[in-house]
């Protein structure tokens, strides 16, 4: 799975950070750094729910993984 | 079971929708939605949408195209026939149904005092937002904004980005009082007139000015606020007139227990703004935020399915305001005490714990986003620590 993030919606509310800290990180600048662009597939709950739980909908997971 | 009907077509019924079918329902799932729009996002309406920074399609709800359900849009719920297991709907259509999720949400309440007329808003809804979108498009520049909570003072940030002349009115001698406690809400009030926003504070209002159009407020003082647009954040009110006489039980919201399922009926469950949930950590309450309305959907979702899943997220909101960033984990109760644990209040960022008896109950961050994961890892060991059978 590759990860994809809309960094204009991005608001670096760090809930993608709670949720798959390996992947996603937003440091102390205020902005979100991806860790791993291609994580494992043993990360894809977390990153799945990562993407779940954005509120601004920054994250997308792109093949096949859910939307 | 083979039906659920969503009653509610904003994030916590779309949410619904996708986490059954996340946990395996192959059945038929019908949202219902009074209004017109297809499902979209609520939080930018006071900011990027409001700003213009956002166009329509940038709001909309991001769903998946397989999700296989049947939208029934601009259809109200009038009434539940619990003993048919019917929504009856305004039209008079009965949608009959196995399992129920009560999504129905809130709607902005309407203090006594406002009356309809042109220059005077509340801000709910899609269509609220276009409407002050378009009188600030037309030439409305002085706003006065009635209510510091979270939608007031983001509508004061936002027209105020935008070069109009604001000023922000509430009851209480400080924003953000009642969410945030007054250390903190000392911190906004700061924001607000470091962006040129006037603060009328501790003081009722007593009616609009202007007889066809809004020119403004008059407050209890006497004091006349004059203003060409005239903004209502006033809170919020659960959506569930239509249940009354039902049999749910309602208690400010749908009562619900700790899974999400609705008291006084079977297989129904309620999410996001309307439900009321036995919290493990925090007891009884209603949240209105983004994050609640998807893991309350997804608990409701697999306890409509049999799984009976408690629900333990830990609250989470966010605000943008001005150039700042304003979050908070957990729920904090008035009375307890406020620590700064980095930073200090007068410093462009801080993070500060509510502890109850020396407990973490919630953090506040400003301008602290890189802190968000670590402590609520806090609170939620605190949580769990209180509650060890049934926290996150």
Known sequence: ?67 | MRSVVIVGASLAGVSAAKSLRKHGFTGSISVVGDEPHPPYQRPPLSKQFLAGTWDRPRVDLRMPDTLGVEWMLGARAASLDAYRRDVVLADGRRLPFEGLVIATGARARRPRWYAERAGAFMLRTLDDAIAIRDHVRAGARRFAIVGAGFIGSEVAATLSALGCDVTLIDIEPVPMLRVLGEPIARVCLRAHEAHGVRCELGVAVEGLTGTSSAQGVRLADGHVIDADGVVVGAGATPNVEWLDGSGIVLDDGVACDATGAARGIDRAVAAGDVARLDHPYYGSHRVEHWNNAITQADAAARTLLGGAVPHVAIPFFWSDQYDSKLQLVGLPSPTDTIRVVEGSLDAPRFVALYERDGVATAAFFFNSMHRVAAYTATIEAAAREATPAAAP
Do not use: H, W
């Open chain 1, 1 to 67: 799975m590759k990860i994809v993030v809309d960094f204009d919606a991005c608001m670096s509310n760090a809930q993608c950070m709670r949720a798959a800290p390996s992947v996603f990180e937003v440091r102390d600048d205020g902005f979100l750094y991806i860790l791993q662009e291609e994580p494992p597939e043993s990360l894809r709950a977390a990153v799945e729910e990562a993407a779940r739980l954005c509120p601004t909908q920054a994250i997308t997971i792109e093949d096949g993984g859910a939307k």
